[in-house]
């Protein structure tokens, strides 16, 4: 049984723990701050043997680490203006940690930029590192002793207490390709997890990205099971699948590593953000708390504040709003105004509260209010995007095991249940479907999708349109087959898409607008967008298969036309040229006979579709019944329809 909640909060309210906002859509903004702890090894530093001489295929495994962080900073500084971003070399000669240069407290660790929001003077070191080979080579000098892994997360835990102590997403991604930093000290693995250990109780977590080595895979079992937890399935606060460990690149040449670096931390980047934290009323008296996901959702350019560019440097604009009467110009004060309805040519006026009690339907949640088989939902009911609900303990202790009951019972039965949503307050509420999620797992017995419950919010009758009457043709089975090769031709490597690897081609063409201008930086001549068709590929895998498809098309639809004896919009005579339609005197096209019209209106008027008929059939009809012909269109359907009645 689920016991009663602590103090239910409301998405909006305003909570000291947590730094989150709501945007203007309603979606609670998670503020992330993300500390990278790059290793600065030896074998971290070795620039891997290559054929090509291009300097950017021989970047070690720390630069390119660097490079990756400094890409995911200029991505960030733009389309996430409020998270934090911070850098920390561990393994280097040269100590230094908040100001202070010696860095006698965490002795081999450099904090190269610290935990804060991102700005252009930021990117601009970080990119003079990593292209200036004078300057990294100073900075990126090993240490002869080895660094304690107890003392790099005591550091970490030092920097998110003092610069991020109340974000609700903090995370580390550990950069290494030592397995087993401590092997023959077990007082050192140990003080290591239990540093380890307070970063998860102070809600850190802890994000390894493994660097493989030619010849020498990375074992996490030998050191880093320890350090690094992996959540399991049923975590009640795993809304998306459990990420799998990241792919690094045998080769380890700088552009291969580079690029699986840049995949794995993409796949990492986005905190998980909850639409919502509701309560799920099961029953009378039974209440669980859930939280609900997005899984996919678009992203669009969003401005967070205006720019002077007028002076001499661009400045960000503070913006005030004032009313102002009209008439007089007179300055409007808040309290003065008041909303209002034309109703009934009047101007119906409300106060605030009473517009509130208009919009009210209760405190926000869910509630079953029954159940029906999962095949009594038609395919046609999904016209909005579903929700994935998932259990939470923050508000009802229980609320996992019990929710998980309901999950499992819906699958056995195969039902589904009917629920009342209401999604946030004064939220319009609409009638759901609650779809249970079966838990899929992949190879290695990794998570794809958890167990839980789809909402489909469930559709009105204005939603729904009823699709036009048309005749079924089904195509020759040698249509069918050479389609079917065409297809196959033009299949992604292992029948996969993942539209990850396609962003938004403008809203990155706006970030890199942006970003050229903050950083200084030439103007991109063209966007690079990734959506566009590879025609000459396409052209060379599946060109000739197309054209063999058409003419066969051609051929099918030449025997279907002498079947069913139709010809074409206009034929050729004897001579080969088209005819043309007669015309009458007076230069119009004869009209249908008054005997085909009426018969057509009859047909509509049986089928009660009198008012999708065009107004020349209407007209026609009117005219040989020796009815009025004036009028719109709606006066001629009621014209007919009572004419037709009263027969």
Same mark, same amino acid.
């Given at each position: 049984?689920?016991?009663?909640?602590?103090?239910?909060?409301?998405?909006?309210e305003?909570?000291?723990?947590?730094? &989150?906002?709501i945007?203007?859509?309603?979606?609670?903004?998670?503020?992330?701050?993300?500390?990278?702890?790059?290793?600065?090894?030896?074998?971290?530093?070795?620039?891997?043997?290559?054929?090509?001489t291009?300097?950017?295929?021989?970047?070690?495994?720390?630069?390119?680490?660097?490079?990756?962080?400094?890409?995911?900073?200029? #991505?960030?500084?733009?389309?996430?203006?409020?998270?934090?971003?911070?850098?920390?070399l561990?393994?280097t000669?040269?100590?230094?940690?908040?100001?202070?240069?010696?860095?006698?407290? @965490?002795?081999?660790?450099?904090?190269?930029?610290?935990?804060?929001?991102?700005?252009?003077?930021?990117?601009?070191?970080?990119?003079?590192?990593?292209?200036?080979?004078?300057?990294?080579?100073?900075?990126?000098?090993p240490?002869?002793?080895?660094?304690?892994?107890?003392?790099?997360?005591?550091?970490?835990?030092q920097?998110?207490?003092? =610069?991020a102590?109340?974000?609700?997403?903090? %995370?580390?991604?550990?950069?290494?390709?030592?397995?087993?930093? +401590?092997?023959?000290?077990?007082?050192?693995?140990s003080?290591?997890?239990?540093?380890?250990k307070?970063?998860?109780?102070?809600?850190?977590?802890?994000?390894?990205?493994?660097?493989? /080595?030619?010849?020498y895979?990375?074992?996490?079992?030998?050191?880093?099971?320890?350090?690094?937890?992996?959540?399991?399935?049923?975590?009640p606060?795993?809304?998306?699948?459990?990420?799998?460990?990241a792919?690094?690149?045998?080769?380890?040449?700088?552009?291969?590593l580079?690029?699986?670096?840049?995949?794995?931390?993409?796949?990492?980047?986005?905190?998980?953000?909850?639409?919502?934290?509701?309560?799920?009323?099961?029953?009378?008296?039974?209440?669980?708390?859930?939280k609900? @996901?997005?899984?996919?959702?678009?992203? !669009?350019?969003? /401005?967070?504040?205006?720019?002077?560019?007028?002076?001499?440097?661009?400045?960000?604009?503070?913006?005030?709003?004032?009313?102002?009467? &009209?008439?007089?110009?007179?300055?409007?004060? =808040?309290?003065?105004?008041?909303?209002?309805?034309?109703?009934?040519?009047?101007?119906?006026?409300?106060t605030?509260?009473?517009?509130?009690?208009?919009?009210?339907?209760?405190e926000?949640?869910?509630?079953?209010?029954?159940?029906?088989?999962?095949?009594a939902?038609?395919?046609?009911?999904?016209?909005?995007?579903?929700?994935?609900?998932?259990?939470? !303990?923050?508000?009802?202790?229980?609320?996992? /095991?019990?929710?998980s009951?309901?999950? #499992?019972?819906?699958?056995?039965?195969?039902?589904?249940g009917?629920?009342?949503?209401?999604?946030?307050?004064?939220?319009?509420p609409?009638?759901?479907?609650?779809?249970?999620?079966e838990?899929?797992?992949?190879?290695d017995?990794?998570?794809?999708?958890?167990?839980?419950?789809?909402?489909?919010?469930?559709?009105?009758?204005?939603?729904i349109?009823?699709?036009?009457?048309?005749?079924?043709? %089904?195509?020759?089975?040698?249509?069918?087959?050479?389609?079917?090769?065409?297809?196959?031709?033009?299949?992604?490597?292992?029948?996969? @898409?993942?539209?990850?690897?396609?962003?938004?081609?403008?809203?990155q063409? +706006?970030?890199?607008?942006?970003?050229a201008?903050?950083? &200084?930086?030439?103007?991109?001549?063209?966007?690079?967008?990734?959506?566009?068709?590879? +025609?000459?590929?396409?052209?060379?895998?599946?060109?000739?298969?197309?054209?063999?498809?058409?003419?066969?098309?051609?051929?099918q639809?030449q025997?279907?036309q002498?079947e069913h004896?139709?010809?074409?919009? /206009?034929t050729?005579?004897?001579?080969?040229?088209?005819?043309?339609?007669?015309?009458?005197?007076?230069?119009?096209?004869?009209?249908?006979?008054?005997?085909?019209?009426?018969?057509?209106?009859?047909?509509?008027?049986?089928?009660?579709?009198?008012?999708?008929?065009?107004?020349?059939?209407? =007209?026609?009809?009117?005219?040989?019944?020796?009815?009025?012909?004036?009028?719109?269109?709606?006066?001629?359907?009621?014209?007919?329809?009572? @004419?037709?009645?009263?027969?």
């Amino acid at each position: 049984m689920a016991e009663e909640p602590n103090k239910y909060r409301r998405e909006g309210e305003e909570d000291d723990d947590d730094e &989150e906002e709501i945007d203007e859509s309603g979606y609670k903004t998670v503020k992330d701050a993300v500390l990278f702890a790059i290793d600065v090894s030896k074998s971290m530093l070795e620039q891997p043997e290559a054929l090509d001489t291009k300097k950017a295929d021989r970047d070690s495994a720390t630069l390119a680490s660097l490079k990756c962080a400094y890409q995911l900073m200029q #991505q960030r500084i733009i389309s996430n203006p409020k998270d934090m971003m911070g850098i920390l070399l561990f393994g280097t000669e040269q100590s230094k940690f908040q100001g202070d240069d010696n860095g006698l407290a @965490y002795p081999h660790c450099y904090l190269l930029s610290n935990l804060d929001v991102p700005e252009a003077s930021d990117v601009k070191r970080l990119r003079s590192l990593v292209e200036d080979d004078e300057e990294s080579k100073k900075l990126l000098v090993p240490s002869e002793e080895p660094v304690s892994m107890a003392n790099v997360l005591f550091c970490a835990n030092q920097i998110f207490t003092t =610069k991020a102590p109340n974000f609700s997403s903090r %995370r580390l991604f550990l950069v290494t390709d030592d397995d087993n930093p +401590h092997p023959r000290d077990k007082a050192l693995r140990s003080a290591a997890a239990v540093r380890a250990k307070d970063l998860y109780d102070l809600g850190v977590v802890i994000e390894l990205f493994p660097i493989s /080595r030619p010849g020498y895979g990375f074992d996490r079992a030998t050191f880093y099971n320890d350090i690094v937890y992996r959540a399991a399935s049923s975590d009640p606060e795993a809304p998306t699948p459990i990420s799998t460990a990241a792919k690094t690149s045998s080769s380890s040449d700088g552009i291969s590593l580079l690029q699986s670096l840049l995949s794995s931390v993409n796949s990492k980047a986005a905190p998980k953000r909850a639409l919502f934290s509701l309560p799920f009323e099961i029953g009378p008296g039974l209440k669980v708390s859930v939280k609900g @996901y997005i899984l996919v959702k678009r992203q !669009e350019p969003a /401005r967070s504040c205006y720019v002077w560019v007028g002076g001499e440097t661009p400045q960000i604009v503070a913006g005030s709003t004032t009313r102002m009467a &009209e008439d007089t110009a007179r300055t409007v004060e =808040k309290i003065e105004i008041r909303k209002a309805y034309k109703f009934g040519g009047e101007t119906v006026t409300f106060t605030p509260e009473e517009l509130s009690a208009l919009k009210s339907f209760g405190e926000p949640g869910i509630r079953i209010i029954g159940f029906k088989p999962l095949d009594a939902l038609p395919i046609w009911a999904t016209t909005r995007a579903p929700m994935f609900m998932y259990p939470s !303990e923050t508000d009802y202790i229980g609320s996992t /095991r019990v929710f998980s009951a309901l999950q #499992q019972k819906l699958l056995k039965d195969k039902k589904m249940g009917l629920a009342w949503y209401v999604a946030r307050v004064n939220a319009t509420p609409v009638l759901a479907a609650l779809i249970p999620s079966e838990e899929k797992l992949g190879a290695d017995d990794e998570q794809v999708t958890p167990a839980g419950i789809w909402i489909q919010p469930l559709p009105f009758a204005d939603d729904i349109r009823q699709n036009p009457e048309t005749t079924l043709v %089904r195509a020759p089975d040698s249509v069918v087959d050479l389609m079917r090769v065409v297809v196959q031709q033009l299949q992604l490597p292992k029948a996969t @898409y993942d539209p990850k690897k396609y962003p938004n081609p403008s809203l990155q063409w +706006h970030y890199r607008i942006l970003q050229a201008l903050a950083l &200084e930086e030439e103007l991109p001549e063209k966007p690079d967008d990734k959506t566009i068709p590879k +025609h000459r590929q396409i052209d060379k895998r599946a060109g000739q298969y197309v054209i063999e498809w058409g003419q066969e098309l051609e051929q099918q639809y030449q025997i279907w036309q002498k079947e069913h004896g139709r010809a074409g919009k /206009r034929t050729a005579d004897a001579s080969g040229a088209p005819t043309k339609k007669a015309k009458t005197a007076s230069g119009a096209v004869p009209a249908a006979t008054s005997e085909s019209i009426t018969e057509t209106v009859k047909e509509a008027f049986e089928k009660n579709q009198v008012s999708k008929l065009t107004v020349s059939v209407l =007209k026609g009809f009117c005219e040989a019944k020796s009815l009025s012909t004036n009028g719109k269109k709606l006066d001629f359907v009621e014209r007919v329809q009572e @004419y037709l009645e009263s027969k």
